[in-house]
């Protein structure tokens, strides 16, 4: 079945930068356009990012100017640069289709604070 892997979230102070990355499997990668998403504490999961084979994308108005979501096509990845880090940015990040076609993986925890 196909599977996401996210890594790189960790503890980072307001104003600062991280990388998350996305790792998927058995899927024909480049057929799907990705997305990055988020679920805060006690919040729905929301899209922040979008990318297609072509590199369009797409991002939430609260992160535009701060995130850019990149995919390697041969490494079968998606990764989002994310700067300029706000406290309200903290939660769980997720790699899916765009939409969302198949099961969460376990996401990578980002937490902004100081």
């Known amino acids: 079945q196909v599977q996401f892997v996210e890594s790189g979230g960790g503890l980072v102070q307001p104003g600062g930068s991280l990388i998350v990355s996305c790792a998927a499997s058995?899927?024909?990668?480049?057929?799907?356009?990705m997305g990055w998403y988020r679920q805060a504490p006690g919040k729905q999961r929301e899209l922040v990012a979008d990318?297609?084979?072509?590199?369009?994308?797409n991002y939430a108005e609260s992160v535009k100017g701060r995130f850019t979501i990149s995919r390697d096509n041969a490494k079968n990845t998606v990764t989002l640069q994310m700067n300029s880090l706000k406290a309200e940015d903290t939660a769980v990040y997720y790699c899916?289709?765009?939409?969302?076609?198949?099961?969460w993986g376990q996401g990578t925890q980002v937490t902004v604070s100081s």
């Open positions: 058995r899927i024909h990668f480049r057929s799907f356009a």
């Open positions: 899916n289709t765009s939409p969302p076609n198949y099961t």
């Open positions: 990318i297609r084979d072509g590199d369009s994308t």
